[in-house]
Every structure is written in structure tokens, then in C-alpha cells.
């Protein structure tokens, strides 16, 4: 069975993120912040990571720099609101495999996550 780790301060969006993957038949993990994913991400070496941008504590892009650092091949999708060019960049450049903008349609989120495992 395939892991997904999901990084959101809002618990709702980790639900939402929970019930769509749990019917691809992947087992879901929550984390909601960034110390918390990486945590998380050493213990359950998932498949796939979404990652939210804007967390309290530690950042998104932090997190994704700190993983990266454990495993070069994570594969991380940042899920945000907050989609700034800037934002973007940095994000690609820690390591982020793709970026999806909040909202977004579940058949894009599923297409994305399936593309990489």
C-alpha cells in the first residue's frame, strides 16, 4: 500500500486530503506542521508528501529543505494558498516535485500524486 504523508495547519484540508486518498487506496498520515512532518516523514518514509506553504513553527519550504536533506528522492507536492511566483521558485528549488494552488479540483490533486508514484 502506498503512504502519503499530509502537512497542513488546517485540519479540515487534512481530511479532505485524508478521505480522497484513502478511497485511492493509500494510507494516510497527518502532520500539522513542519517539525511534525519531518518527524513523521523519518518514521513512515511515505511515497508522496503535500506540503502546505504557511504553517506555524516551522515552514513548508523548511520542512522540504529538511527532508530533502534525509531523503534527496521525497517526492513533495506543495498544496497552498499562498501561490506567489517567489513562493513557486523557492519551493522548486528546495525540492518541491510540483505546486498545486488552493483550491484545487480532487481529480487534478489525484493526477498529480498519481504521476509520481
Given at each position: 500500500?502506498?503512504?502519503?504523508?499530509?502537512?497542513?495547519?488546517?485540519?479540515?484540508?487534512?481530511?479532505?486530503?485524508?478521505?480522497?486518498?484513502?478511497?485511492?487506496?493509500?494510507?494516510?498520515?497527518?502532520?500539522?506542521?513542519?517539525?511534525?512532518?519531518?518527524?513523521?516523514?523519518?518514521?513512515?518514509?511515505?511515497?508522496?508528501?503535500?506540503?502546505?506553504?504557511?504553517?506555524?513553527?516551522?515552514?513548508?519550504?523548511?520542512?522540504?529543505?529538511?527532508?530533502?536533506?534525509i531523503d534527496p528522492?521525497?517526492?513533495?507536492?506543495?498544496?497552498?494558498?499562498m501561490g506567489t511566483?517567489?513562493?513557486?521558485?523557492?519551493?522548486?528549488?528546495?525540492?518541491?516535485?510540483?505546486?498545486?494552488?488552493?483550491?484545487?479540483?480532487?481529480?487534478?490533486?489525484?493526477?498529480?500524486?498519481?504521476?509520481?508514484?
Open positions: 500500500m502506498k503512504k502519503l504523508l499530509v502537512v497542513d495547519d488546517a485540519e479540515f484540508m487534512r481530511r479532505s486530503l485524508k478521505l480522497i486518498f484513502e478511497s485511492e487506496s493509500f494510507e494516510v498520515i497527518e502532520a500539522e506542521d513542519g517539525y511534525a512532518a519531518v518527524k513523521l516523514f523519518k518514521q513512515h518514509a511515505p511515497d508522496v508528501v503535500t506540503m502546505d506553504i504557511n504553517m506555524p513553527g516551522k515552514t513548508g519550504i523548511e520542512a522540504i529543505k529538511e527532508i530533502k536533506a528522492s521525497a517526492k513533495i507536492i506543495v498544496v497552498t494558498a511566483e517567489e513562493m513557486i521558485r523557492e519551493s522548486i528549488q528546495q525540492g518541491a516535485s510540483n505546486f498545486i494552488i488552493k483550491p484545487f479540483e480532487e481529480d487534478q490533486i489525484k493526477e498529480v500524486v498519481k504521476k509520481l508514484v
